[in-house]
């Protein structure tokens, strides 16, 4: 992918989620929605590293993630509008999306929880031996959940294709992850498990691909697993009702000067804004187009609530 690729597909998580918030603002998501906006290089990069039948799993900011790995998008809209969408048939909505067609395993409310599936995963794709690998990310603040740390020393003792992506934004919900640990940098436990664990610029996609690659290479080989650590900002709230009152003055507004989208804009000469321009429109138009679709699928029939239900 070049830079434009790059450009288009943040600007489609961009977008898709600002749409979000427009379209829950009008009454037509229910529940509240995390968003990513400032962190789309993350899974734009990663996701350029990886086959279709590689594995991936997100936490519940993973909307970024699932438009990357090529969800379709008025299925995305149709399922967080809770619709009967042709991935999880309004049953997830925005924070359980999963799409078993693209490997995308899904979401999880439950922080750190998607670790451990992933190794499950990892494990499937290590015993079936055709060289697939298994992607998770969590935010910062899981790092400091006890399922993640099992997880990953059971990867690291069996050499799981697993590579853990740790999107720090900074903050673990209202809480700055400097305040909650003691290390630098939480990529330094890797050591305690034996793996690499490298940091990067989370703000760039091509350093976040580079940094996947030497992970996902590894994974592939036989190597066992690896801790990549993507520095960047939220520029929104934790979820979608919250005011961010415990942030400094001064902080989103400087974090937006620092995003993946106003990077690529800030470098860019008159040839390459022109086709910066063309992009914006273009998916500007995609998510009009699927937010339209979107509104056509029905709610589902409230007589198969107990479908897809175990007990």
């Known amino acids: 992918m070049g830079l434009v690729d790059d450009y288009r597909l943040m600007t489609r998580i961009r977008r898709f989620e600002e749409r979000l918030m427009a379209l829950k603002d009008e009454g037509e998501i ?6 990513c906006n400032g962190q789309e290089a993350i899974p734009v990069g990663a996701c350029r590293t990886l086959r279709d039948t590689d594995y991936v799993s997100a936490t519940y900011r993973g909307h970024g ?4 790995r090529g969800v379709d998008l008025t299925a995305l809209f149709a399922e967080i509008m809770g619709r009967d969408s042709a991935i999880c048939g309004g049953r997830a909505a925005s924070p359980y999306l999963s799409d078993a067609s693209r ?7 439950i922080v750190g929880a ?6 499950g995963a990892a494990l499937s794709a290590k015993r079936a031996g055709a060289g697939d690998v298994s992607v998770v990310s969590i935010g910062d603040g899981a790092m400091n959940q006890g399922n993640v740390h099992e997880a990953l020393n059971l990867a690291a003792v069996l050499d799981l294709p697993l590579v853990l992506v740790v999107e720090n934004n900074i903050y673990s919900e209202m809480s700055r992850i400097e305040d909650m640990v003691r290390v630098r940098q939480l990529a330094e436990r890797a050591a305690g498990y034996g793996i690499p664990g490298r940091v990067v610029d989370g703000n760039d996609p091509d350093a976040v691909a580079g940094a996947m690659a030497e992970a996902v290479d590894r994974a592939r080989t036989g190597a066992g697993p690896s801790i990549v650590e993507a520095m960047t900002e939220r520029l929104v709230g934790h979820y979608s009702g919250d005011a961010q009152h415990y942030r400094p003055a001064g902080e989103v507004a400087a974090a937006r000067e620092r995003e993946p989208l106003v990077r690529i804009r800030r470098a860019a000469d008159a040839t390459l804004a022109a086709q910066l321009d063309a992009v914006d429109a273009e998916v500007a138009a995609e998510i009009d187009a699927a937010v339209v679709a979107a509104r056509a699928i029905p709610f589902p029939n409230p007589a198969t609530v107990k479908e897809h239900v175990y007990a």
């Open 30 to 35: 229910p529940g509240s929605i995390h968003l």
């Open 103 to 109: 490997r995308f395993v899904g979401e999880n409310s």
């Open 114 to 119: 998607g670790v451990p599936i992933a190794a």
């Open 65 to 68: 993630w699932a438009v990357a």
